[in-house]
């Protein structure tokens, strides 16, 4: 092997590809491990059905379970505060500045983020099956503000710069500070949007159904679309680890094959 010297950067490239393709397939069986769990986990909408199932239940309960079905507020909606006709159950207004300030050392501004103010508010609300906006048959969805996930939509985002006046700049020069603007945006989560719940469902009385947090410690957790929808993404990501595993493995397994032909093909030539 002295006599026929393989460069560095490929022995670098064979290894880390071997590495990376070891990875990618680590994530993809524990994402594979997880799509397992999820396929586990029954899935109702807000009909006769989940209230039979729960009426057959031992306590009236299920531990954990996926309830999809539409937003619809039991009171008055919250009114988004710069979209018109725009309504939700759930509502995040922020708001916070951008300031900069003079570096001495290397004579240039500089931003940061400072004064950040967020309002929260909810409404009671349940879900419903789509087309059953008047129906008695829903599902409340309790504490959602316990619950994990990404199920805010942003509706308005609006950057306002700050307007320099005299007794701007006379501060400026007094405090080497001076405001740059100013960002406000709102999520909310929309009346009518399909929501996924997973959770313990309960059952109250006759027909009056609570989604809540798991007691078994298990994460409640609030989706954005619809269970097929939510399932597909997990699926798509899996067959990403999965092809970034055989691409990387493919890939250090060619150049490897390459290196060892190279180093035959010249001991033959030096026997010859």
């Known amino acids: 092997m002295g006599d026929f010297p393989v460069n560095p950067l490929v022995v670098i490239g064979v290894g880390s590809s071997f590495a990376f393709s070891s990875l990618f397939y680590h994530l993809y069986q524990e994402k594979k491990k997880e799509l397992v769990k999820l396929k586990e986990i029954p899935v ?134 001076k405001p740059a603007a100013m960002e406000e945006s709102e999520e909310l989560l929309r009346v009518g949007s399909t929501l996924t719940g997973f959770g313990e469902v309960v059952l109250e009385g006759g027909q009056v159904m609570r989604l809540q947090a798991p007691q078994d410690g298990r994460k409640f957790i609030l989706v954005p679309s619809d269970h097929r929808s939510f399932m597909d993404k997990h699926e798509r990501s899996a067959s990403m680890w999965k092809s970034l595993a055989a691409v990387t493995g493919i890939t250090g397994a060619t150049i490897l094959a390459k290196v060892i032909y190279g180093i035959v093909g010249k001991q033959d030539d030096r026997s010859k």
């Not at 729960?54 to 299920?62: C, D, V």
């Not at 039991?74 to 988004?80: M, V």
């Not at 939509?153 to 701007?168: H, Q, S």
Request: some cysteine; charged content about 25%.
């Open 44 to 177: 109702f909408k807000p009909d006769r059905h989940l209230v039979q199932v729960l009426k057959s239940s031992p306590l009236r309960r299920l531990q954990y379970v996926a309830v999809e079905g539409l937003v619809q507020a039991d009171g008055e909606p919250l009114a988004s505060q710069f979209v018109p006709r725009c309504f939700g159950v759930i509502q995040k207004i922020s708001v916070e500045e951008t300031w900069k300030y003079w570096n001495s050392l290397s004579r240039t501004w500089n931003s940061r983020t400072m004064n950040k103010k967020e309002t929260n508010n909810s409404v009671p609300f349940s879900l419903v099956s789509p087309g059953a906006y008047i129906s008695d048959l829903f599902v409340r969805v309790q504490n959602p503000l316990e619950a994990s996930g990404d199920y805010l939509e942003r509706v308005y985002f609006k950057v306002r710069r700050a307007e320099e006046g005299l007794v701007d700049v006379v501060l400026q020069g007094i405090s080497g500070e």
